[in-house]
Each structure stands twice: as structure tokens, then as C-alpha cells.
């Protein structure tokens, strides 16, 4: 919850296990830079820096989103173009 000047005054959720989730499971390239945002939630926590902790947190989850939605149409579209060729 922010305070009257829009300070975070908790620390950020860690999204490390879905960003790892999401470069095993859906598209490597945005997974790992997922991964590494995720990374960086975890050091501006332990800084104390919440207000960066949750942007970087926005950031990584904006990856996983678009690393799971970029893994999903791949696999449509494979299985399209398997069931076009005889």
C-alpha cells in the first residue's frame, strides 16, 4: 500500500519461479529475461528499495505474459502447419 507521497512500504512479490516457468515451458528468449528481472526484484528487496522492486516486478511480468502468449501461438501455429502437411 502506498503512502501519501506514493512510496511503497513492503517489499514486492518475487516472481522468480513463474519466470523460470515461463523460459522452460513457453519461449526461452523472454523467459531469461524474465528470469533476470525477477533476479533484480529480489536484490531492490533486499535494499530496501520497494518502489524499485516493484517496477522491476512489472517488468518481469510483463516478460512471463508475453513469454507464455509467444509459446502458446507457437504451438497453434505448429499444430496448424502439421495438420496442413500430407
Known amino acids: 500500500m502506498p503512502d501519501a507521497f506514493g ?12 519466470a ?20 533484480e526484484v529480489s536484490l531492490a528487496n ?3 528499495d520497494y518502489k524499485l522492486a516493484h517496477l522491476k516486478r512489472q517488468q518481469a511480468m510483463r516478460l ?3 513469454s ?3 509459446g ?5 501455429l ?3 502447419l502439421r495438420r496442413a502437411v500430407p
Do not use: M, Q
Open 7 to 18: 512510496e511503497e512500504l513492503y517489499p514486492a512479490e518475487d516472481p522468480w519461479c513463474l
Open 20 to 39: 523460470v516457468l515461463s523460459c522452460c515451458c513457453c519461449f526461452w528468449v523472454t523467459g531469461v529475461l524474465a528470469i533476470i528481472r525477477a533476479k
Open 46 to 48: 533486499e535494499r530496501g
Open 64 to 66: 512471463i505474459y508475453l
Open 68 to 70: 507464455v502468449a509467444i
Open 72 to 76: 502458446i501461438n507457437i504451438h497453434i
Open 78 to 80: 505448429y499444430y496448424f
